[in-house]
């Protein structure tokens, strides 16, 4: 059966939105004004990526920590198995669950010499991400999401063996997971075919990424598995140097992808947003999301 002929009404829009951790005070007031708009849309919770090796522990720490201090927004911590111990990793899971988090998106991680490498799990820690979930839900009761690959990760062996992992990671306790991102739809929906005829009911959030630069985004994409399709790199031919026509094509782009998953039933948006926050906005609004909901730094109201 058809995911697209799966729609049953309406069913109100629910979004996430990512972060990454600002490297730099610049970078960190950019982070910021983003969170600033992007708050009142309320979100269901925005993440914060960890960085690779785990170069950004403290980093991801402190904006998730600043998150839950000062706004009413619910935070996801990215947490990832690299080159840490168990213990170690427990001990940041810990630290998540008395600064007040309750949702962690519990990943394996890169290989450290690179994409296209291979990993190499701690002798002392946590092999792959179901072994990170079981270890994160025996130290609190926290939501877990985990990561889904409708166009299968670099190192699967296969789709199935892929399936197999996120089968893997749902006995673990994942709640939910999110998509790496793609271009082509009809990707996402072969792949939730998959998915549920694996026995697998858990929702799987497609992750959405607004192509702000198109260089850096197919880029992005080659490192991460996830296709290109040619009608993509047509739209943005020839618009290197002009940044206004850009950012209309980006938003016409997106808005074009999620109007068709919400038209085939979907209800439920990642956003990969960068941390720039225009782009997300206008989809936000095109999906029929309004900013009258509180400012992030309006606790009381929320
Ligand atoms: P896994 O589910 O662990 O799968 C990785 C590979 O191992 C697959 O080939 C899978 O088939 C195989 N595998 C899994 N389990 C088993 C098993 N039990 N036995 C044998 N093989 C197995 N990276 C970061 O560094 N920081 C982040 O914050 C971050 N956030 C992300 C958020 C999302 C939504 C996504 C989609 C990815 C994110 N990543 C992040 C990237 C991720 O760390 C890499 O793709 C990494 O290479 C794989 O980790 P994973 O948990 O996604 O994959």
Request: charged fraction near 25%; glycine fraction near 8%; include cysteine.
């Amino acid at each position: 059966k058809s995911h697209r002929a799966s729609r049953d009404g309406f069913k109100p829009i629910r979004v996430s939105i990512e972060f990454f951790p600002p490297k730099s005070d610049e970078m960190e007031k950019i982070l910021w004004s983003s969170i600033e708009r992007l708050a009142p849309l309320q979100p269901k919770f925005v993440s914060v990526t960890y960085g690779a090796g785990g170069s950004t522990r403290e980093r991801t720490h402190n904006t998730v920590a600043r998150m839950v201090k000062e706004t009413n927004l619910k935070p996801a911590a990215h947490l990832t198995c690299v080159d840490a111990t168990k213990e170690e990793i427990d001990g940041v899971v810990q630290s998540y669950w008395d600064a007040g988090v309750r949702h962690i998106v519990a990943l394996r991680g890169d290989p450290q010499d690179g994409v296209g490498t291979t990993y190499r799990p701690h002798p002392g820690g946590y092999a792959q991400a179901c072994d990170l979930v079981a270890g994160i839900k025996k130290v609190g009761d926290f939501k877990v999401s985990v990561s889904a690959y409708p166009e299968v990760h670099p190192e699967a062996a296969s789709l199935d063996a892929d399936i197999d992992a996120l089968k893997a990671k749902v006995d673990a306790g994942a709640d939910q997971a999110i998509t790496q991102f793609f271009f082509d739809n009809d990707v996402y929906f072969r792949y939730l075919d998959k998915v549920r005829a694996a026995g697998i009911t858990i929702p799987i959030i497609p992750g959405i990424l607004p192509v702000q630069n198109f260089k850096q985004a197919a880029n992005f994409a080659r490192r991460t598995g996830a296709s290109v399709p040619y009608w993509l790199a047509a739209r943005f031919e020839g618009l290197e140097d002009d940044v206004e026509t850009r950012r209309l094509v980006a938003a016409a782009v997106a808005a074009e992808q999620v109007v068709d998953l919400v038209d085939a039933g979907i209800n439920d948006f990642h956003f990969y947003s960068m941390n720039r926050s225009d782009l997300v906005y206008a989809i936000c609004h095109i999906l029929g999301l309004r900013g009258h909901g509180p400012k992030a730094t309006d606790r009381k109201a929320a």
